[in-house]
């Protein structure tokens, strides 16, 4: 039986339904998407706001991923999901570190850390967020009382990186 045939109030929405045509004004497409991540180690000073290098793109579908920013292409306006995380060494005991999202100047997500112990540490963060055209996003790390290093992909597999994804418009 034809679709068009049945009266709206008699469809069950939780039955299961076989089309062999095209159903449209479903799903979305998901681009600009972006995984990036550090080839190599990056010293992150005491006390200075740093940006992340993520500079081996795995995928970058827009080409709007270089090396430290994603900036928003034209027509790709929406909600975006941003998502990082960072394997870093303090190499001393007792110390804050703090891992940003940025939209230009502005913070719009963060996470803190106390280390405890010298052991390499995990932190992440993520977000979803409207962003415009033009938008910058980047990663900053902020290590309060003494330098870090940012462990990068040749260290750890799967280790420090960055995820983008548009959502919706």
């Known amino acids: 039986m034809a679709i068009d045939k049945i009266q709206s109030e008699s469809i069950n929405l939780g039955d299961n339904f076989a089309f062999t045509g095209t159903v449209s004004g479903a799903g979305g497409v998901n681009t600009p998407m972006?995984?990036?991540?550090?080839?190599?180690?990056?010293?992150?000073?005491?006390?200075s706001y740093t940006t992340v290098v993520f500079n081996t793109e795995v995928i970058d579908t827009?080409?709007?991923f270089a090396s430290n920013a994603f900036t928003v292409p034209s027509g790709q306006a929406g909600k975006y999901f941003i998502g990082t995380s960072i394997i870093a060494s303090t190499g001393a005991d007792n110390s804050l570190q703090r891992l940003q999202i940025r939209n230009g100047s502005t913070e719009i997500a963060s996470s803190n850390y106390y280390a405890?112990?010298?052991?390499?540490n995990i932190q992440s963060v993520q977000t979803i967020i409207d962003l415009s055209v033009g938008d910058v996003i980047t990663v900053i790390y902020f290590s309060y009382q003494n330098a870090a290093v940012?462990?990068?992909?040749?260290?750890?597999?799967?280790?420090?990186?960055?995820?983008?994804?548009?959502?919706?418009?």
């Open 34 to 47: 972006v995984m990036a991540r550090p080839s190599a180690n990056q010293s992150i000073s005491s006390s």
């Open 62 to 64: 827009a080409s709007a």
């Open 150 to 169: 940012i462990r990068g992909h040749s260290e750890y597999n799967n280790g420090s990186q960055i995820h983008i994804c548009k959502l919706i418009s």
């Open 116 to 120: 405890v112990g010298t052991a390499d």
